[in-house]
Each structure stands twice: as structure tokens, then as C-alpha cells.
């Protein structure tokens, strides 16, 4: 296909005399900067963090928003190369809440991993059933690991439904127990989460006051924080479930285990020299 012809005409320059004079200029100037500099580093956040989405499979390493599940389940077994450290930006995300109901493991755990997923997603679950207990029994129980959730349905109204639901089932100390329920049942994926429905896993997870269940879930503080979990993971670029970071490191989809033992092993031990150099810089 040929090129398009260029103009004719070279396109004017602007005038000076089009921009405000005197003392604004400068503060323009530098506003216009910041600007700039502030979208930079945005730009820089999102390519570190979510660009193994694209190097580890043939597109998108998720099962949501325009993702196939089927690329998700093909993905292979490399690892990033992002260093063991990860993007402290990112690591920033960390939220280390000793009342958080929705993390589990120490909350100065030398290794956090973020989980972004959603209720409905299939590879979420098989995430949740296949390697998550497995990360609890090695890590988390040693006091190694915390594992913080964060709601971000990409199925549309029945994710959202469950989501407000998990928080709700967290307010009465069994948001875990509720994830449990919700993945173990495979029936689940993709599932419009009715209010029966809802009902009947909260039962499951052990949740006594159904009343209550509902009032939390219709109430602001759930959108409030589902809002935020979601616009937390779209603002790194995620577009898939499940993403993680673990120690500002990311990892897309439901990867075999040992990408989450290395990933946990070799944040652990990047923390491990860090602490050593801040002792030895006390001494």
C-alpha cells in the first residue's frame, strides 16, 4: 500500500504572540513539564509491569478483557526478566494492613504478592485450587509470604455482584473462606452470581448474619473499595485475570509453580541483601 502523499504545505509554525506573555509564560512552561514528566513515569510503571503479558504467550496471559483463556492456559514457562527486586513503584502497592480481612501471612512479610483477579475468571480458579495452597503451606505459614487480594472483575455484573460480596463475607472475618468456596466450585466461572446464589456460598463460607451480609454488600464502602482495587489495576495496564506482583514484580495468568516459587524465592532473597545493606550502612 503506498504511502500517503505529505502536505503540499509545511504546516505554520505557531506564533509566539498566540502564547499568553509575561510572567505566565514560565508557569505554563513548567506546568506543561510536569505534565509530560508525570506521564513518562505513568508510561515507564505500566510498560515494567505488565509487558510479560505479551513476552510469555501469544497475547494477553489472562482470561478477561478481550484476553483468551485459551492463550492463557498455552502459557509457557518463562520467566521475565525484570530484576528480583522488582519496580519499587510497584512494591509501593503494597498495602501491609495488619487488619486487612482480605491478605493473608505477616504484614512485614519480606514478600508480598498482589493477586488481581476475579470471581468468575476459570484460571483464577484453577490458580486459587492448584498452586495458591501450595504458596500458603511453603510461605506464607513460615512467615515469608503475604498474599493480598484485590477485587477486579472483567466479566461484567455477575464479578461485580461476587466482588461486592467478597467484601462483604470479609466484614464478618470470612473473606476467605468465601474465595474458597466460590473457586472450589468450577460451576461458578463466569457464573451471574444471583442473590441465591450469593446466599448459598456465603452459608458455605461460614457467614452468620445474612442480614448483615446483604447491607454490606449494597453499602458504599464496598463499591468504595471495589472502585479502587479496579482502577489500581487498570492504571498498570492490566487488562486480563489473574495478574500478580510479587514484590513489584509482575507475573500474567495462571503460570505452572515454580514462576511463583522463583519469582517468591528470589524477591525474598533480594530482601534479604537490602536489609543486610541497610544494617551494615546503620553500623
Known amino acids: 500500500m503506498p ?3 505529505p502536505p503540499s504545505k509545511p504546516a505554520p509554525k505557531p506564533s ?22 508525570g506521564a513518562l513515569v505513568a508510561v515507564a510503571a505500566l510498560l515494567a509491569g505488565w509487558l510479560s503479558q505479551y513476552v510469555t504467550g501469544d497475547g494477553p496471559a489472562g482470561s478477561g478483557g478481550g484476553g483468551s483463556e485459551k492463550s492463557s492456559a498455552a502459557v509457557d514457562k518463562g520467566r521475565t526478566d ?23 501471612g505477616d504484614a512485614d512479610a519480606p514478600v508480598v504478592m498482589i493477586e488481581y483477579a476475579d470471581f468468575g475468571c476459570s484460571f483464577c480458579g484453577k490458580f486459587a485450587r492448584d498452586t ?5 503451606d511453603r510461605y506464607v505459614e513460615k512467615g515469608l509470604l503475604r498474599i493480598e487480594w484485590r477485587n477486579f472483575p472483567v466479566f461484567g455484573k455477575g464479578s461485580e455482584r461476587a466482588a461486592l460480596a467478597s467484601y462483604a463475607a470479609g466484614e464478618q472475618g470470612r473473606f476467605w473462606q468465601f474465595y474458597d468456596a466460590v473457586y472450589a466450585d468450577k460451576g461458578n466461572e463466569k457464573n451471574d452470581f444471583t442473590d441465591a446464589h450469593l446466599h448459598e ?58 514462576v511463583f516459587t522463583d519469582a517468591i524465592e528470589r524477591a525474598a532473597a533480594a530482601a534479604k541483601k537490602d536489609g543486610a545493606g541497610k544494617e551494615a550502612e546503620r553500623d
Request: hydrophobic share 35%.
Open 82 to 104: 525484570n530484576t528480583a527486586a522488582g519496580d519499587p513503584a510497584l512494591m509501593k502497592l503494597a498495602r501491609r494492613d495488619a487488619d486487612d480481612p482480605f491478605a493473608r
Open 16 to 37: 509566539a504572540k498566540s502564547s499568553s506573555s509575561g510572567s505566565s509564560a514560565p508557569s505554563a512552561a513548567r506546568s506543561r513539564k510536569g505534565v509530560v514528566i
Open 132 to 136: 495458591e495452597p501450595k504458596l500458603v
Open 201 to 258: 456460598i456465603a452459608e458455605q463460607a461460614g457467614v452468620e448474619d445474612l442480614d448483615r451480609f446483604d447491607r454490606d454488600r449494597a453499602g458504599e464502602a464496598a463499591e468504595k473499595l471495589l472502585d479502587k482495587d479496579r482502577t489500581e489495576a487498570y492504571s498498570l495496564g492490566a487488562s486480563a485475570t489473574p495478574a500478580f506482583l510479587v514484590n513489584g514484580q509482575p507475573i500474567a495468568g495462571a503460570q505452572p509453580d515454580e
Open 3 to 5: 504511502s500517503p502523499k
